[in-house]
């Protein structure tokens, strides 16, 4: 079991900076892939970036690429995104999500969540 808490979500300007993090519970978090996810009002929601258990693997949708890093620290149970040249259309709530089995794309894939935090980036 693992529990997530995500922090960070703000409202900000176009072209501008976030770094949400999500920390973690349990002695065991290095053992977990981990995800972030965003949603928007109306629409599904959708894979942002998964990192895997060590750090050295990521993965990133296309429209993120080069704009979000995402990190780990398993020392301190911690997953950030670093989100630059931030859009309006990036404006959704992120959520952090946590894996025993895969470094996965889809929902399914992902047995733990945090509760979200909102992202708004005015043009």
């Known amino acids: 079991q693992v529990q997530l808490v995500e922090s960070g979500g703000r409202s900000v300007q176009a072209g501008g900076s976030l770094r949400l993090s999500c920390a973690a519970s349990?002695?065991?978090?290095?053992?977990?892939?981990m995800g972030w996810f965003r949603q928007a009002p109306g629409k599904e929601r959708e894979f942002v970036a998964a990192i895997d258990w060590s750090g050295s693997i990521t993965y990133y949708t296309d429209s993120v690429k080069g704009r979000f890093i995402i990190s780990r620290d398993n020392a301190k149970n911690t997953v950030n995104l670093q989100m630059n040249s931030l859009k309006p259309e990036d404006s959704a709530v992120y959520y952090c999500?946590?894996?025993?089995?895969?470094?996965?794309?889809?929902?399914?894939?992902?047995?733990?969540w945090g509760q979200g935090t909102q992202v708004t980036v005015s043009s």
């Open positions: 999500a946590a894996s025993s089995t895969r470094v996965g794309e889809s929902p399914r894939d992902y047995g733990f």
């Open positions: 349990g002695r065991t978090f290095s053992r977990y892939a």
